[in-house]
């Protein structure tokens, strides 16, 4: 899967290890669709097989409640799926930024497909931003994102980017994990954008929180509690063999070794300790390919500790 990392684009910095397509700010739909990878369709067909039961064994039997879903431009095939399945096309995501980006002040900051097509994102900054003590900048962005494989509802859902690191952190809010549109129903995206409006608030709930994040100090034995928490680790003193290498890297991420780990904001605070455990998902943490690594980050386990370091570090406060 490593070497369909490159349908992505960017602008500013490159956000996964300078993978894929440089862009210019302001680059309309049109281009990003080309240099993301999105500029193809989600085609469907029957699904047919051969029996050797048969006599005339070419010809095919129909399947009626199943589709295969695959590429307009490679004819690759994607999954098969229910009839009553609703494709949500790689284009739409981008279509769902345009007046955003042209009248709403957001600016598109990375799009593109995980896994040969089966996921797509887009991923754009909003206007919302604010600098903790030692001018630790963080911003807000809005990620959209579908899945054609049956993996993931088309999910909208606010997100905050440490700048220093590129580490990224779900915004929690009203919504509770951002809008999720079931493929068993039609994607509006107009009743989505509706919906999302209710938690635009959310983001100064959520800074509030990293504030008194970056406020509260946490000594060596608290770090080390935090951690075995997290893994899901007792109280003794010796790691879990299956855990070791990965608690002893976030703790070093803490300590020192993370990237902005120095700032006022981290350095021996409960807002650094979680940002360990971010920077250890979305840049540390062993994966297959960075298909795999966004893929965990955004929607799978990643993103599910991630939640859980947020919620243990609020409890710290």
């Known amino acids: 899967m490593a070497h369909l990392v490159h349908q992505m684009a960017y602008v500013n910095n490159p956000p996964w290890h300078g993978i894929g397509n440089r862009l210019s700010e302001k680059q309309p739909i049109e281009v990003w669709a080309s240099q993301a990878g999105m500029d193809w369709h989600i085609l469907e067909a029957p699904?047919?097989?051969r029996s050797e039961g048969r006599r005339n064994?070419?010809?095919?039997?129909?399947?009626?409640?199943k589709k295969v879903l695959y590429r307009s431009d490679t004819n690759v095939p994607l999954s098969v799926v229910s009839n009553r399945y609703n494709v949500v096309q790689p284009r739409e995501i981008l279509e769902f930024y345009r007046d955003l980006t042209?009248?709403?002040?957001?600016?598109?900051?990375?799009?593109?497909v995980l896994k040969g097509g089966r996921k797509c994102w887009a991923l754009a900054r909003t206007n919302q931003s604010t600098s903790l003590k030692g001018n630790d900048e963080m911003r807000g962005y809005l990620l959209l994102a579908t899945a054609c494989d049956g993996t993931l509802a088309t999910v909208a859902k606010f997100t905050s980017v440490r700048v220093v690191c590129n580490?990224?952190?779900e915004v929690a809010t009203r919504l509770g994990g951002g809008v999720k549109v079931p493929h068993s129903t039609s994607f509006n995206a107009q009743a989505v954008k509706n919906e999302l409006g209710v938690a635009l608030s959310s983001w100064d709930d959520f800074m509030?929180?990293?504030?008194?994040?970056?406020?509260?100090?946490?000594?060596?034995?608290?770090?080390?509690?935090f951690i075995r928490r997290l893994f899901d680790v007792g109280d003794s003193f010796d790691y879990a063999p299956t855990n070791a290498k990965a608690m002893q890297l976030v703790q070093e991420l803490f300590e020192g070794r993370g990237r902005g780990a120095e700032l006022a904001s981290a350095k021996g605070t409960a807002f650094g300790l979680l940002n360990s455990v971010t920077e250890f998902i979305d840049h540390e943490r062993r994966a297959r390919s960075v298909d795999f690594r966004i893929d965990s980050a955004w929607f799978g386990q990643g993103a599910t500790l991630k939640a859980k370091a947020l919620d243990l570090a609020i409890g710290l406060i």
């Open 167 to 169: 580490n990224t952190l």
């Open 47 to 49: 699904v047919e097989f």
């Open 57 to 65: 064994v070419s010809a095919a039997i129909e399947f009626p409640e």
């Open 208 to 225: 509030y929180q990293m504030k008194q994040l970056s406020q509260r100090k946490v000594n060596g034995s608290e770090a080390e509690k």
């Open 102 to 112: 042209e009248v709403a002040g957001f600016e598109l900051e990375t799009a593109g």
